[in-house]
């Protein structure tokens, strides 16, 4: 058992970012638009979290900036794409490059600095409890954040009036908007919301799962959250489930390299995205699973003149 539960434990920590990014983006893609600019968004994210918990010491604030940043980042890409009628998928990546530069910039002289992280939440008698304690009952607000989050998201999309609206909106904004729902409106706060998690979960990177800021500490963790949308067929529970599996395989090439098994570590480190590239080709056979829930004015702009 001695191995299992720190194997659970760091699988945990590492779908947490992914979970945040991938149910923004859920959002985002059931509302019509497509952004590919999570890892952009997320590299922002995590330099400004970096920066003002460097500055204030306080985690919080740090998330707080994360957001405020991810949610500026996602406002000019609403502005290009849903505004001013820009391809999505090519202002997205734009996107990307924008946020990859712009963090690199910002964050030169903050590289190698380090941070005290964030302290796990103690339960009272729940925490204490054998394996139970330590497997369920010890980690960071954020993680527990990431379960409410899916709560939320579930509850919007499937129970809320506005989630049935933008659904709706997803599905064709034309008859939306002809019978009176404010679709541009919609769609801007659809993508902020996913600017503000994708920003948080950057903010994760640099302030809790490595503790310091690094260029590109992302390491393309915003295209696996794309991924995992697809993965989790547009359904909140699945993208979970996904983020989850990412993180597992993740952790355990991490303790396969830490026991000196004879496989090149070049191998073990392409292990996790080749398992998703893998999964996503056997989910892609079948075309009927990917359109049950895709939304289907996904990537198709949208003026109410037209």
């Not at 059931?30 to 590919?36: F, H, I, R, T």
């Not at 607000?141 to 999309?157: D, H, N």
């Not at 948080?200 to 990177?205: E, P």
């Not at 480190?269 to 080709?281: F, I």
Request: a neutral charge; glycine letters at 12%.
């Amino acid at each position: 058992m001695s191995p299992f539960v720190p194997m659970v434990q760091s699988t945990v920590v590492a779908a947490t970012p992914l979970i945040f990014a991938a149910l923004g983006e859920t959002i985002v893609e059931k509302s019509g638009v497509l952004n590919l600019g999570i890892e952009g968004m997320m590299l922002v994210g995590a330099i400004a979290g970096f920066a003002a918990t460097l500055a204030t010491g306080n985690a919080g604030i740090g998330f707080v900036a994360g957001a405020a940043a991810g949610t500026a980042m996602a406002l000019i890409f609403a502005v290009l794409t849903i505004s001013l009628q820009t391809n999505q998928v090519a202002t997205g990546l734009a996107l990307t490059l924008f946020g990859i530069g712009l963090s690199a910039f910002v964050g030169h002289d903050l590289a190698g600095m380090p941070l005290p992280g964030m302290e796990g939440v103690t339960f009272p008698v729940l925490t204490s409890l054998p394996l139970v304690g330590e497997l369920l009952f010890h980690y960071d607000p954020m993680v527990y954040g990431s379960i409410i989050l899916l709560i939320a998201v579930m509850w919007f999309l499937e129970r809320s009036h506005a989630g049935l609206k933008m659904r709706a909106i997803g599905e064709s904004p034309a008859v939306a908007h002809s019978i009176g729902h404010p679709v541009v409106l919609i769609r801007y706060l659809a993508v902020m919301f996913g600017g503000a998690t994708s920003g948080i979960a950057g903010a994760y990177l640099s302030e809790v799962q490595t503790p310091m800021w690094a260029e590109g500490m992302s390491a393309g963790k915003g295209w696996i959250a794309l991924a995992l949308v697809v993965f989790g067929t547009w359904r909140p529970g699945r993208v979970v489930l996904g983020a989850y599996l990412f993180g597992g395989v993740t952790v355990l090439q991490l303790f396969a390299q830490g026991i000196g098994l004879n496989v090149p570590a070049e191998f073990l480190s392409m292990l996790p995205y080749a398992a998703t590239v893998v999964v996503l080709v056997i989910i892609c056979r079948d075309p009927k699973t990917i359109l049950l829930n895709q939304p289907a004015s996904l990537g198709r702009s949208f003026y109410p003149g037209t």
